[in-house]
Antibody, heavy 119, light 112 residues
């Protein structure tokens, strides 16, 4: 079965850190670019970060640049998002998503992991 | 950043009736290779988003043919020919021409 499963969410205080992980299965993970997209409570979708297939290229939304780091392990079929200096406004459900390069779309989404930043 | 604007934001529809959602981008989404980088996603209640349409008008695998996408440049439309109860949720357009990829605000389709 083709799937992405996120983990690592939870409650963290402002200024704290958290590491999200996303495990892929059922498809050729190492050939796919991977992204993180978040959704604040009751709000829309916001793109956060992406990493290319071999992990040598990374991009970030301005609002997380310098605070978040995306990485991947193609041997373990996982992509991670290390989040530091967390702010209340980072509270959201974080989705990992696989990018289909020929079709230019997010073809596979995980179920999401919830991050709550609160004191 | 490219701004994506959807309308309407709320769309009550009687089952069996058609529905249409508009999406406008603040700049053309046409790339030099001839592709236009506009996708549509549906987020059903309590679920993750799912791909409906890619590159303006191509239905994703398993998407019913009552869904269609059209448009060019900066103006795009998602149409549902006959709405069914399972179509409820929030519809998002998204541009993938330039980083950061940006989504519309979402259109909430509900059944009357």
């Amino acid at each position: 079965e083709v799937q992405l499963v996120e983990s690592g969410g939870g409650l963290v205080q402002p200024g704290g850190s958290l590491r999200l992980s996303c495990a892929a299965s059922g498809f050729d993970f190492s050939s796919h670019w991977m992204h993180w997209v978040r959704q604040a409570p009751g709000k829309g979708l916001v793109w956060v970060s992406r990493i290319n297939s071999d992990g040598t290229g990374r991009d970030y939304a301005e609002i997380v640049k310098g605070r978040f780091t995306i990485s991947r392990d193609n041997g373990k079929n996982t992509v991670s998002l290390q989040m530091s200096s967390l702010r209340v406004e980072d509270t959201a459900v974080y989705y990992c998503a696989s990018w289909d390069v020929p079709k230019q779309d997010f073809d596979i989404w995980g179920q999401g992991t919830k991050v709550i930043v609160s004191s | 950043d490219i701004v994506m604007t959807q309308s309407p934001l709320s769309l009550p529809v009687t089952p069996g009736e058609p529905a249409s959602i508009s999406c406008r981008s603040s700049q053309s989404l046409l790339f030099s290779n001839g592709n236009t980088y506009l996708d549509w996603y549906l987020q059903k209640p309590g679920q993750s988003p799912q791909l409906l349409i890619y590159l303006v008008s191509n239905r994703a695998s398993g998407v019913p043919d009552r869904f269609s996408g059209s448009g060019s440049g900066t103006d795009f439309t998602l149409k549902i020919s006959r709405v069914e109860a399972e179509d409820v949720g929030v519809y998002y357009c998204m541009q993938a021409l330039h980083l950061p990829y940006t989504f519309g605000q979402g259109t909430k389709l509900e059944i009357k």
